[in-house]
């Protein structure tokens, strides 16, 4: 199988960054950085993970005119990034754009294209805040309108809370790769995460890759939960990449 944990380096300096990747690097299956740690790093923290060895997934949520969004991914690719995200609501052809600029990049590099991932609805807003954005058919609705919008568009990825991994994977086959939020292990403090699932539940709902934060950074012991996160989870449904 493949290693479906990305570890979320929810942290403010590249100092304690870099101190979880090395501890984590081998038993972890990409780092997310996120819009706290490359605010106050930049791209040189981007480098030095990367040079750990690790996959690095750049959390910046691009949303903005699809020429503008296309050399924001293309620099991405030029640090190193192997995954990112995009908000979907940015529309087909800021989509699009960001695909075939990482598709164009990737080539002319002779590696692997990145993975762009659509955002949907963010897990902070619900029906209310969508009908003051005058959206008037509820999060689940919108969720599965913009994750079509997003696969129509040649996205290869989506963003997606535990509780629409099982519909997204029946809206959209067995291709697209879902990544998964909000998980943690009944024991485990939820911190402010409100509906979770377990990493086994995730992966057998379907997901393909699983963005764990908290219950690995601040355990006492960061590379023992990250082990047995994986061994809790079912090799044989884990798809390879
Ligand atoms: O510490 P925790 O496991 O809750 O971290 C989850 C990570 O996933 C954080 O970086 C958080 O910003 C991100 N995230 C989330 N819920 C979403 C989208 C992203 O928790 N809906």
Same mark, same amino acid.
């Given at each position: 199988m493949h290693n479906p944990i990305i570890v979320a #380096?929810?942290?403010?300096?590249a100092k304690e960054a870099l101190e979880l990747a090395k501890e984590l690097g081998p038993v972890v299956g990409a780092f997310k950085i996120g819009k706290q740690l490359f605010v106050s790093e930049g791209p040189e923290v981007v480098r030095k993970l990367k040079e750990t060895g690790g996959k690095i997934f750049l959390d910046l949520k691009f949303h903005d005119i699809p020429n503008t969004v296309a050399k924001a991914v293309q620099s991405a690719i030029d640090m190193g990034v192997d995954m990112l995200t995009v908000h979907t609501s940015g529309g087909s052809e800021m989509l699009s754009a960001a695909e075939n600029a990482s598709n164009e990049k990737a080539a002319k590099l002779g590696i692997a294209s990145p993975l762009i991932l659509g955002v949907t609805v #963010?897990?902070?807003?619900?029906d209310n805040n969508l009908a003051e954005l005058g959206?008037?058919?509820g999060t689940k609705r919108q969720v599965v309108r913009l994750a079509k919008l997003a696969a129509a568009s040649g996205l290869r990825g989506l963003v997606c809370s535990p509780q629409e991994i099982k519909f997204l994977r029946e809206e959209l086959g067995s291709d697209i790769d879902l990544v998964t939020p909000g998980i943690r292990f009944d024991a485990s403090p939820s911190d402010d995460q409100k509906r979770t699932m377990s990493p086994s539940e995730a992966v057998k709902a379907g997901a393909s890759w699983l963005v764990i934060g908290r219950p690995i950074t601040l355990a006492e012991n960061p590379r023992s939960a990250a082990i047995d996160i994986l061994n809790s989870i079912d090799s044989e449904i884990v798809p390879s990449k």
């Open positions: #380096l929810d942290v403010p300096k #963010l897990t902070s807003m619900d959206i008037q058919e």
